[in-house]
């Protein structure tokens, strides 16, 4: 579904990407783990072509997005909830969902996306009518989500969204997740919460400096020697 | 008592216009970042526009508001398709010179055509006003408010209530987020430059009955629309259109407490006290 080859991206003069080669087919939970500094994001802004690649190529279902806008990149269906969240602040919980599926093709679908993330994140529904910006950090992780859900995605690209979740929210962020894909959406997963993130993935990838250094189905990366050492404390 | 009354309501009216003026610099400010020194300039060209309707097509001033107004967000729509979209990512003073320099051709353009002669445009109403006990009330600025007013709820309604509206917002909140949401914020700049355009125009257009018309007004309007918008706090449509109504209504006690000549003195000195106790507007949000 979404093809990543030879992929090297650069700040400027500081080289942050090289030769990242990288698939997602239908139906799965991927997931690329890395320490901080990796590159994780800027691969996924890579992705969205919030950036454009110093070299490589990125294709989704086949077509390549070298020509792509950002805006073009959510209308074929992959769908970013950013790092940080990224919440419009001075938008209500109602609004922000409703940029979600600010697209034609979601739009038609706003009800119903709306109902499906009111299920899955109740408190959202609570406090449909509160600014984005007063919202408690965790609530503002739900918003980020529902918000991505509402545009319909084809592919979720998910950057970290366990960050600053309670534990007991964590693992239900983590169930969430699998249930979103369970109703056919394929995630890219990129988190700091390496344990969980292996639980849940069909295949991940280890990405160190920039580079993929191993890669394999989640179960055998959480037995992984160098896995254990690097991020599991083991 | 009448003297404070008759300034009160004039400062007012004439706030409305104010309002307008400003509401379109925050909102361009808003979405892109970017100071539109050529606001003015813009403002100029709408009073000529409105001049020429009235001259050659007899069109009402308030009447050819319908014409000047969408002709204006083409006109804006297009300097920022051309031009400033092309700057959005350079340096600010880059971005400054290019809306000055846009300016200058404006008023220039105009001077070729309609040399630097002032114009009148007057209407059978022009001097008109109504007497309500001690106060008379100008009929034109009475009108022209009635339209402030509609066209500020209009474009407060648009902002709210349409999705556009809303992305136009979700893009001056957070560029990259809104992109990320499928809303092509090159499209949001270009109707957030044309409706600015659009606002401001309007205000010439609703002054053109009792201002002088020549091709270097727009200078002093900018200068106002800066003292308003940084007043209400930049990017703040409810600042920009308080902003509005209080410099209107200083200049017209200024002017008739202290004298004509000491109004923009007025203006300043609030201006600047505004600033010293909230540095960052009325309606800004302060980092403090
Ligand atoms: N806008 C930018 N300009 C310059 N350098 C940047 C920029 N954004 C990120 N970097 C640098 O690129 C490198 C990779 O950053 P990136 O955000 O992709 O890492 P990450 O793997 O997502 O890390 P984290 O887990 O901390 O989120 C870092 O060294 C970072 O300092
Ligand atoms: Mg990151």
Redesign the pocket.
């Known amino acids: 579904m979404l093809r990543i080859e030879k992929l090297s991206f650069a700040?400027?003069d500081?080289r942050?990407l090289w030769d990242v080669d990288l698939e997602v087919s239908k139906g799965e939970i991927v997931t690329v783990v890395?320490a901080?500094?990796?590159?994780?994001?800027?691969?996924l802004r890579n992705i969205s072509r919030l950036v454009k690649p110093t070299a490589g190529s990125i294709s989704f279902e086949g077509e390549d997005l070298q020509r792509s806008e950002p805006h073009d990149v959510v209308g074929r269906g992959i769908v970013q909830v950013p790092?940080g969240r990224k919440i419009f602040p001075e938008l209500t919980v109602i609004e922000n969902l409703r940029m979600g599926s600010y697209l034609p093709g979601a739009r038609k679908d706003r009800d119903k996306n709306m109902d499906w993330v009111f299920t899955l994140f109740p408190r959202l529904k609570e406090r449909e009518k509160q600014l984005g910006g007063t919202m408690s950090g965790g609530e503002q992780q739900m918003l980020a989500i529902a918000r991505g859900l509402m545009a319909n995605p084809k592919l979720l690209l998910l950057d970290?969204p366990s960050l600053g979740l309670s534990p007991l929210f964590v693992k239900n962020i983590f169930q969430i997740i699998r249930d979103i894909n369970a109703e056919g959406v394929t995630i890219l997963l990129?988190e700091?919460n390496v344990y969980q993130s292996l639980r849940i993935a069909h295949r991940a990838y280890v990405l160190e400096t920039g580079r993929v250094v191993l890669q394999g189905s989640g179960e055998n990366l959480l037995k992984d020697e160098h896995v254990k050492k690097a991020f599991l404390g083991m | 008592m009448d003297v404070f009354l008759q300034s009160l309501i004039s400062g007012i009216l004439l706030g409305g216009v104010y309002a307008l003026i400003g509401t379109g610099l925050t909102l361009i400010f808003g979405v892109m970042r970017v100071i539109n020194f050529a606001h003015g300039d813009i403002q100029m060209v709408g009073m000529y526009l409105t001049y020429l309707l009235f001259v050659h097509a007899g069109i009402d001033p308030f009447v050819s508001v319908l014409i000047t107004f969408p002709l204006m967000f083409l006109f804006g729509g297009l300097i920022q398709k051309v031009f400033i979209n092309r700057v959005l990512d350079a340096l600010p003073q880059n971005q400054i010179l290019l809306t000055i320099g846009l300016g200058l051709i404006m008023s220039n353009t105009a001077m070729l055509i309609f040399t630097s002669d002032y114009k009148i445009l007057t209407t059978s109403y022009s001097s008109g006003s109504v007497k309500l006990g001690g106060i008379s009330i100008s009929q034109p600025m009475t009108i022209s408010f009635l339209i402030t007013v509609a066209v500020t709820a209009a474009l407060w309604w648009f902002l709210k209530k349409t999705d556009t509206g809303q992305a136009i917002r979700a893009t001056a909140q957070d560029r990259d987020a809104a992109q990320l949401m499928g809303i092509n914020v090159k499209r949001m700049s270009i109707i957030a430059f044309g409706l600015g355009s659009s606002l401001v125009a309007t205000a010439g257009a609703l002054i053109a009955p009792t201002y002088y018309i020549y091709p270097q007004v727009g200078a002093a309007f900018t200068l106002k629309a800066f003292v308003i918008t940084v007043l209400g706090g930049m990017g703040s449509i409810v600042g920009a259109a308080l902003g509005g109504i209080i410099i209107g209504i200083s200049e017209s006690m200024g002017a008739a407490y202290i004298g004509a000549g000491w109004k923009d003195v007025v203006v300043f000195a609030l201006f600047l006290l505004v600033l010293l106790l909230k540095p960052s507007g009325l309606m800004g949000k302060s980092n403090a």
Do not use: R
């Open positions: 700040y400027g500081l942050v890395g901080n500094g990796a590159g994780k994001s800027t691969m790092e970290e990129v700091q």
